[in-house]
């Protein structure tokens, strides 16, 4: 599983790496993207959930989210 480390990081980059990395993923690869910006969680949710991907987050400290995408 490839991890996007995107603390510290404000839209739209996190939502462009994203975009660079789902170029290269097969069906059925995951990503995990890191971020510390609820700004963040939320357009990645409302940008990819939308796609042919399965998005899934959760908050693994207070502020901290892990977002896992997988390619359909």
Same mark, same amino acid.
Request: proline content about 3%; glycine content about 2%; charged content about 25%.
């Given at each position: 599983?490839?991890?996007?480390?995107?603390?510290?990081?404000?839209?739209?980059?996190?939502?462009?790496?994203?975009?660079?990395?789902?170029? $290269?993923? $097969?069906?059925?690869?995951? +990503?995990?993207? +890191?971020?510390?910006? $609820?700004?963040?969680?939320? $357009? +990645?949710?409302?940008?990819?959930?939308?796609?042919?991907?399965?998005?899934?987050?959760?908050?693994?400290?207070?502020?901290?989210?892990?977002?896992?995408?997988?390619?359909?």
């Amino acid at each position: 599983m490839r991890e996007i480390d995107c603390l510290g990081e404000f839209c739209p980059i996190p939502v462009l790496r994203i975009k660079e990395a789902l170029k $290269s993923m $097969s069906a059925n690869d995951t +990503i995990k993207v +890191i971020t510390d910006h $609820s700004c963040v969680l939320q $357009s +990645i949710l409302d940008h990819y959930s939308k796609k042919s991907l399965k998005v899934e987050s959760q908050e693994v400290m207070n502020g901290i989210w892990e977002i896992f995408i997988t390619k359909l």
